[in-house]
């Protein structure tokens, strides 16, 4: 029972290494770069002239003179309660939002501090803990807090031998080298779709489940992956610093005006590996993908339909309602699309983004481009 309580939670103990990582920007770094594992072991040669207490490397000891001076740099923004360490303030923010994710199978207490859960499950058992002395971050074995050590020290002892890029954990060095294999171990068990990381099939299984547990403070919409969350919320800022030197089009992200520097040279870096038909996008490949698998994750809830596309689906709704809205600031004409509002603002810009790779003609609409390549190719338009 005991073993089985902290098998169930240790994907939130092994996240917890990324989320409650050291702040380097407040605590001074370890001086020595090249320190050695072996000294973080055994070596204590940073000592505190206050109270005589050794310590292994130089960070640990400035972070124990906080305990001295009583400075608490890191300051709840709910509460104003200050703390010395900001993976405490980080652990002290779950009880405002109320979050319990850590639960004992032998006693059923439920927690929702990671190093209190760890602790309190040895208590059934009375095994030992390891507890970093840099930070106090408890951990179930010692090899794992040996390598979160490594952490506070800067220390990336695995090297990728195809690119070099080094890393804290075997685990991570071992995922990376999928990028270079193009490996895919993990097949969702719904529509066999395969990814390299377990996380990513974590959140694809959300397109199944229609699990959206990531909520926008501003509106109440929901996502199912954080990422989108996160794009979401510059909506309502409409923040949008990266422009593309083509056309001048502004976005919320850099990875969208990567992807929109594609439309302007037409590459299309993205295959599906069941047709080879290619995309610029991935996530139009990911669409595309459905048409073989014949997947509609996406249901209207007023007549129960399904889309194999969320864009798809927003545009049904709009055959329920009689509701337009996007409205053109210039003639104030509405539309219940805003893909069909973009087009009608085109007519007041004379703006033709839309171009011809075989001549170079432009358009202002891409069902126009459309129309101009049947002349390249003699195919004859189709009935309207």
Same mark, same amino acid.
């Given at each position: 029972?005991?073993?089985?309580?902290?098998?169930?939670?240790?994907?939130?103990?092994?996240?917890?290494?990324?989320?409650?990582?050291?702040?380097?920007?407040?605590?001074?770094?370890?001086?020595?770069?090249?320190?050695?594992?072996?000294?973080?072991?055994?070596?204590?040669?940073?000592?505190?002239?206050?109270?005589?207490?050794?310590?292994?490397?130089?960070?640990?000891?400035?972070?124990?003179?906080? +305990?001295? =001076?009583?400075?608490?740099?890191?300051?709840?923004?709910?509460?104003?309660?200050?703390?010395?360490?900001?993976?405490?303030?980080?652990?002290?923010?779950?009880?405002?939002?109320?979050?319990?994710?850590?639960?004992?199978?032998?006693?059923?207490?439920?927690?929702?501090?990671?190093?209190?859960?760890?602790?309190?499950?040895?208590?059934?058992?009375?095994?030992?803990? !390891?507890?970093?002395? +840099?930070?106090?971050?408890?951990?179930?074995?010692?090899?794992?807090? +040996?390598?979160?050590?490594?952490?506070?020290?800067?220390?990336?002892?695995?090297?990728?031998?195809?690119?070099?890029?080094?890393? !804290?954990?075997?685990?991570?060095?071992?995922?990376?080298?999928?990028?270079?294999?193009?490996?895919? $171990?993990?097949?969702?068990?719904?529509?066999?779709?395969?990814?390299?990381?377990?996380?990513?099939?974590?959140?694809?299984?959300?397109?199944?489940?229609?699990?959206?547990?990531?909520?926008?403070?501003?509106?109440?919409?929901?996502?199912?992956?954080?990422?989108?969350?996160?794009?979401?919320?510059?909506?309502?800022?409409?923040?949008?610093?990266?422009?593309?030197?083509?056309?001048?089009?502004?976005?919320?992200?850099?990875?969208?005006?990567?992807?929109?520097?594609?439309?302007?040279?037409?590459?299309?870096?993205?295959?599906?590996?069941?047709?080879?038909?290619?995309?610029?996008?991935?996530?139009?490949?990911?669409?595309?993908?459905?048409?073989?698998?014949?997947?509609?994750?996406?249901?209207?809830?007023?007549?129960?339909?399904?889309?194999?596309?969320?864009?798809?689906?927003?545009?049904?709704?709009?055959?329920?309602?009689?509701?337009?809205?996007?409205?053109?600031?210039?003639?104030?004409?509405?539309?219940?699309?805003?893909?069909?509002?973009?087009?009608?603002?085109?007519?007041?810009?004379?703006?033709?983004?839309?171009?011809?790779?075989?001549?170079?003609?432009?358009? =202002?609409?891409?069902?126009?481009?459309?129309?101009?390549?049947?002349?390249?190719?003699?195919?004859? $338009? =189709?009935?309207?």
């Amino acid at each position: 029972m005991m073993e089985a309580s902290i098998k169930a939670n240790e994907p939130h103990l092994l996240s917890d290494l990324n989320v409650e990582a050291y702040d380097s920007g407040t605590n001074a770094q370890c001086s020595d770069t090249n320190i050695q594992r072996q000294n973080c072991k055994n070596d204590k040669t940073f000592m505190c002239d206050v109270c005589r207490k050794a310590f292994t490397l130089k960070s640990s000891l400035n972070k124990h003179y906080l +305990i001295h =001076s009583g400075e608490k740099p890191f300051v709840c923004v709910v509460c104003n309660k200050a703390f010395r360490n900001r993976s405490n303030l980080i652990r002290h923010s779950r009880t405002h939002k109320n979050e319990k994710t850590f639960s004992c199978d032998v006693c059923k207490e439920v927690f929702h501090d990671r190093s209190k859960f760890i602790q309190h499950c040895r208590s059934h058992t009375n095994e030992e803990s !390891f507890s970093c002395d +840099i930070c106090n971050k408890v951990f179930l074995y010692k090899s794992t807090m +040996i390598q979160h050590i490594a952490t506070h020290a800067d220390e990336k002892p695995y090297s990728c031998d195809v690119c070099n890029k080094q890393f !804290f954990h075997k685990g991570h060095l071992n995922e990376h080298l999928r990028t270079h294999t193009k490996e895919k $171990p993990y097949s969702c068990d719904v529509c066999s779709k395969k990814f390299s990381w377990k996380t990513n099939l974590k959140t694809h299984y959300r397109i199944h489940s229609n699990e959206k547990p990531f909520v926008c403070d501003i509106c109440s919409k929901t996502f199912s992956r954080k990422a989108d969350l996160k794009t979401h919320i510059l909506t309502h800022t409409n923040n949008k610093p990266f422009s593309c030197d083509v056309c001048s089009k502004e976005f919320s992200r850099k990875g969208h005006l990567k992807e929109h520097y594609l439309t302007h040279t037409n590459e299309k870096p993205y295959s599906c590996d069941v047709c080879s038909k290619q995309f610029s996008r991935k996530g139009n490949l990911n669409e595309h993908f459905r048409s073989h698998t014949n997947e509609k994750p996406y249901s209207c809830d007023v007549c129960n339909k399904n889309f194999s596309r969320k864009g798809l689906l927003n545009y049904h709704y709009h055959t329920h309602t009689d509701i337009k809205p996007y409205s053109c600031d210039i003639c104030g004409k509405e539309y219940s699309h805003k893909g069909n509002l973009n087009a009608h603002c085109r007519t007041h810009s004379k703006e033709k983004s839309f171009i011809c790779v075989t001549c170079g003609e432009t358009f =202002s609409r891409k069902g126009l481009l459309k129309e101009h390549y049947r002349s390249h190719s003699n195919e004859k $338009p =189709s009935c309207m």
